[in-house]
């Protein structure tokens, strides 16, 4: 069941561009910390566990828990440790690869 974001995106006159995830294509905020971008646009799971299936979100926002991975032109990467460019491919990491639970 999928509920509405409780963040909401501060008008601050930065230009929206896309990106895709998981072959969506999604406006966000240029320059804006693409894990926040994300959840405020209502995307998620960002990834599942590898041996639970457990969705995955960012939780620390802060580079420490791995929450947050996502795969960005084939490179697993932290959402929250990333800016929002134009053009972005974003995807759900494949299970099992580059956990660091």
Same mark, same amino acid.
């Given at each position: 069941?999928k509920?509405?974001?409780?963040?909401r995106k501060?008008?601050d006159?930065?230009?929206?561009v896309? $990106?895709?995830?998981?072959g969506?294509d999604?406006?966000?905020r240029? *320059? *804006?910390?693409?894990?926040?971008?994300m959840?405020a646009?209502?995307?998620? #799971?960002?990834?599942?566990t590898?041996v639970?299936?457990? #969705?995955?979100? #960012?939780?620390c926002m802060?580079g420490?828990c791995f929450d947050c991975? $996502?795969? %960005?032109?084939?490179v697993?990467r932290q959402?929250?440790?990333?800016e $929002?460019r134009e053009?972005l491919? %974003?995807s759900? #990491?494949?299970?099992?690869e580059?956990?660091?639970?």
């Amino acid at each position: 069941m999928k509920t509405a974001s409780q963040l909401r995106k501060l008008a601050d006159g930065s230009r929206l561009v896309r $990106v895709t995830f998981a072959g969506t294509d999604f406006q966000l905020r240029e *320059g *804006g910390n693409l894990a926040a971008e994300m959840l405020a646009a209502g995307i998620g #799971p960002f990834r599942y566990t590898p041996v639970s299936g457990a #969705p995955r979100n #960012p939780y620390c926002m802060m580079g420490a828990c791995f929450d947050c991975l $996502v795969e %960005i032109d084939g490179v697993i990467r932290q959402a929250c440790m990333m800016e $929002v460019r134009e053009g972005l491919s %974003i995807s759900r #990491p494949a299970a099992g690869e580059a956990e660091h639970d």
